[in-house]
């Protein structure tokens, strides 16, 4: 079975799926459907934006699906039953996929997981290993079962993070990465040549979605929790702290930092800062906000 006649679904959303989708498109992998989450409407009148995802089909003319959702899906009448698949590929897909669709295809589901297996399972890998300030990220891909990043791995990797990454760079760095090593064993899996290994469970830790409140940092905090906070948090997340100023208390963001982990090394969040914006007003420099609210 040669790559180019593997007819696959893709179910994928955000830059990590969309390099891995890229990865495998150049490669003469292109699915036959792939399944994305619904275009987000914003502004007064609620225009519908297209996702990263949609609008790349799109450009590519590749057949795309949007559901709302996937519960109590009739998959005969979708466009999930109108073709025979044999496998299924997965990427940061944000709803749950029921077993039914997970047989769908011949060979089942594969997914590519930004972390080394059973460590950070869940929905924010890439996040967390930020957050801890790990200089490496695991990347998996595992046959997909019911529970959450719990199937056997076929193949894992690390990838360096540099000073640099931002939860964006290294997703869409660990997608393009696990979309090589998807091409590279997907036809010894297809083949039944690759078997995959049942994770060690007793070893797993778990993820969390994070809230807008966890953008809270003090400006006497280590300059090292700011700079893993910007990283991971940002763009979805807004970093922020109060002061009080003329007897109340007003909420800044924090909109530019020196992200470089040796001149931060034994500084304080504050002497890292270099743009900031006080509630209501414009961005300011770091300096001026001193001078005008510290």
């Known amino acids: 079975?040669?790559?180019?006649?593997?007819?696959?679904?893709?179910?994928?959303s955000g830059p990590?799926?969309?390099?891995?989708?890229?990865?495998?498109?150049?490669?003469?992998?292109?699915?036959?459907?792939?399944?994305?989450?619904?275009?987000?409407?914003?502004g007064r009148n609620l225009e519908s934006h297209k996702n990263i995802i949609s609008a790349w089909c799109e450009s590519k003319n590749i057949k795309y699906w949007q559901p709302e959702t996937l519960k109590n899906l009739d998959i005969k009448s979708s466009p999930l039953g109108k073709e025979t698949f044999d496998i299924g590929i997965i990427v940061s897909y944000p709803k749950i996929l029921k077993k039914e669709i997970l047989d769908l295809p011949i060979?089942?589901?594969?997914?590519?997981?930004?972390?080394?297996?059973?460590?950070?399972r869940g929905p924010?890998?890439?996040?967390?290993?930020?957050?801890?300030?790990?200089?490496?990220?695991?990347?998996?891909?595992?046959?997909?079962?019911?529970?959450?990043?719990?199937?056997?791995?076929?193949?894992?990797?690390?990838?360096d993070i540099d000073n640099e990454d931002t939860n964006e760079k290294v997703e869409r760095k660990a997608g393009a990465f696990g979309g090589e090593m998807l091409i590279?064993?997907?036809?010894?899996?297809?083949?039944?040549?690759?078997?995959?290994?049942?994770?060690?469970?007793?070893?797993a830790t778990f993820t969390r979605k994070f809230e807008k409140k966890e953008g809270e940092i003090r400006?006497?905090?280590?300059?090292?929790?700011?700079?893993?906070?910007?990283?991971?948090?940002?763009?979805?997340?807004?970093?922020?702290?109060?002061?009080?100023?003329?007897?109340?208390?007003?909420?800044?963001?924090?909109?530019?930092?020196e992200l470089n982990k040796d001149f931060a090394k034994d500084k304080l969040a504050k002497e890292i800062i270099e743009k900031v914006i006080p509630e209501g007003k414009s961005e300011m420099n770091f300096e001026d906000f001193e001078r005008g609210y510290l």
């Open 1 to 12: 079975m040669e790559n180019k006649k593997i007819k696959f679904a893709f179910f994928g």
């Open 16 to 42: 990590l799926a969309e390099s891995a989708l890229y990865s495998l498109y150049k490669n003469n992998l292109i699915p036959s459907l792939v399944l994305t989450s619904a275009d987000k409407k914003s």
């Open 107 to 120: 060979h089942g589901c594969l997914n590519i997981h930004p972390s080394l297996l059973p460590k950070y």
């Open 124 to 159: 924010s890998p890439i996040q967390t290993a930020l957050l801890n300030g790990d200089e490496k990220i695991g990347i998996s891909i595992m046959k997909l079962d019911e529970e959450v990043d719990h199937g056997p791995i076929l193949i894992q990797t690390e990838m």
């Open 184 to 203: 590279q064993i997907l036809n010894h899996y297809l083949y039944g040549n690759l078997k995959p290994i049942e994770q060690d469970h007793d070893k």
């Open 219 to 257: 400006l006497y905090d280590n300059a090292d929790v700011l700079q893993n906070k910007l990283r991971a948090l940002l763009p979805h997340t807004p970093i922020f702290f109060f002061i009080k100023h003329k007897d109340r208390e007003i909420r800044v963001k924090v909109n530019e930092i």
